[in-house]
């Protein structure tokens, strides 16, 4: 079946370093693939998507794109703040009916002023 | 116009009790799901709604739990006769379009389930 990997964490930064989490997955078909942020104490909101291969999702400096020679979505920001501090999750999405969400264990970070 | 609602927020059962967990999906969206979070991990796929009709209920762990969606708005998730390995965080999600088209899902808060 479906499933998404990604890298462990907690990831510790400090403010303005390159972020990058790693995601990977497996899938049937051409899956769209999305990654949702969780704020301490807030529910998931979705970051940003991307629904066919080679295509850049982008929102809030954070950019991911879909490779699907090596099945990735990989997750960057250029220079991350105290705000970025959240649990990333990475999804997929399934094209054809119900677009159930298959996620991974989620990544967390924790960026230090 | 608010976002996805859910309540209780918490709910702390003894095992063997039924607890029923609401969702209030964004008004006029058709589709609604409900997936498990166990702690540390990524959110799991329970079941799925498009208006009333329940089109996929593969994720149910068990026939303990049942969910319904009457009206094709707000949906309820029941667990009878709650275990240990029940307790987890149950988010609900809706989207406004149906099967077929890949749109956002909008998630609730989630209700946090403690079974002692």
């Known amino acids: 079946g479906d499933s998404v990997t990604q890298m462990e964490g907690p990831v510790t930064l400090s403010e303005e370093a390159f972020l990058t989490i790693n995601c990977t997955y497996t899938?049937?078909?051409?899956?769209?693939l999305f990654w949702y942020v969780q704020y301490p104490g807030e529910g998931l909101q979705l970051l940003l998507k991307?629904?066919?291969?080679?295509d850049k999702g982008s929102n809030k400096g954070f950019e991911a794109t879909y490779r699907k020679e090596t099945t990735s979505f990989h997750l960057e920001k250029g220079s991350v703040q105290v705000s970025d501090s959240a649990v990333y999750f990475c999804a997929l999405g399934p094209k054809a009916a119900g677009n159930k969400l298959t996620f991974g264990g989620g990544t967390r970070v924790l960026v230090k002023p | 116009g608010a976002g996805v609602s859910q309540s209780p927020r918490y709910k702390v059962a003894k095992r063997g009790q039924d607890v029923a967990l609401r969702c209030d999906p964004i008004s006029g969206h058709v589709s609604l799901f409900w997936y498990q979070q166990a702690l540390g991990q990524g959110p799991e796929f329970l079941t799925y709604f498009q208006n009333e009709a329940q089109l996929d209920k593969s994720g149910l762990p068990s026939d303990r739990f049942f969910a319904e969606r009457p009206e094709g708005s707000v949906s309820t998730l029941k667990i009878q006769r709650t275990q240990q390995e029940d307790s987890a965080v149950y988010l609900c999600a809706s989207s406004s379009r149906g099967t077929g088209v890949v749109n956002e899902q909008f998630f609730g808060p989630g209700t946090r389930l403690t079974v002692l």
């Open positions: 899938a049937t078909g051409y899956p769209s």
């Open positions: 991307a629904t066919k291969a080679d």
